[in-house]
T-cell receptor
């Protein structure tokens, strides 16, 4: 099946620094990737939708300047948490939709990245 | 708008017990329906899916049938194992749409 790889799986950083999380589709081209945030024991909160070669579409309430998303190729999207603060600590998950899967909407998920900001 | 409602957890069962996790949805048109599973510390994995009414998705002993008349997609397994302990998310995706709507998730604990 389709594989999505997310890196790093865990990251600890100091307050005020920036952290980049990568999401790669390993064996398919992903025209659309999604970034979610998941709080403990809660569902996924969609942060933004990223399409290759264009600007990401952010959900209401998500700060664009805080969470920078770049989808530079059909296999890579990155999420950069800028000037991270402790309240940004969370589990971030990406998912990808392969070309041709738009009709069913099936998603392939990365393993998730746990960010801890000290 | 579209929405997904699934039973609250946690659900605690003994090994080999029968599992049902209820899921109902609200959507216009004919969405695709999914069950995703999340094991501790991991991302989500597709467990099964159904793309049209009366379809039955099945995988690893789990089943769910797309019931348009009751707008439901209940997850069932005849005999659960300890390794099935995880969080299960019901989800829908509208045709041609790119935004998947997730339920709140149901945590399942299976005791040996």
């Amino acid at each position: 099946g389709a594989v999505v790889s997310q890196h790093p799986s865990r990251v600890i950083c100091k307050s005020g620094t920036s952290v980049k999380i990568e999401c790669r589709s390993l064996d398919f081209q992903a025209t659309t990737m999604f970034w979610y945030r998941q709080f403990p024991k809660q569902s996924l909160m969609l942060m933004a939708t990223s399409n290759e070669g264009s600007k990401a579409t952010y959900e209401q309430g998500v700060e664009k300047d805080k969470f920078l998303i770049n989808h530079a190729s059909l296999t890579l999207s990155t999420l950069t948490v800028t000037s991270a603060h402790p309240e940004d600590s969370s589990f971030y998950i990406c998912s990808a939709m392969s070309s041709g899967a738009e009709e069913t909407g099936e998603l392939f998920f990365g393993e998730g990245s746990r960010l801890t900001v000290l | 708008g579209n929405s997904v409602t699934q039973m609250e957890g946690p659900v605690t069962l003994s090994e080999e017990a029968f599992l049902t996790i209820n899921c109902t949805y609200t959507a216009t048109g004919y969405p695709s329906l999914f069950w995703y599973v999340q094991y501790p510390g991991e991302g989500l994995q597709l467990l099964l899916k159904a793309t049209k009414a009366d379809d039955k998705g099945s995988n690893k002993g789990f089943e769910a049938t797309y019931r348009k008349e009751t707008t439901s997609f209940h997850l069932e397994k005849g005999s659960v194992q300890v390794s099935d302990s995880a969080v299960y998310f019901c989800a829908l995706s509208a045709p041609g749409g790119f935004k998947t709507i997730f339920g709140a998730g149901t945590r399942l604990f299976v005791k040996a």
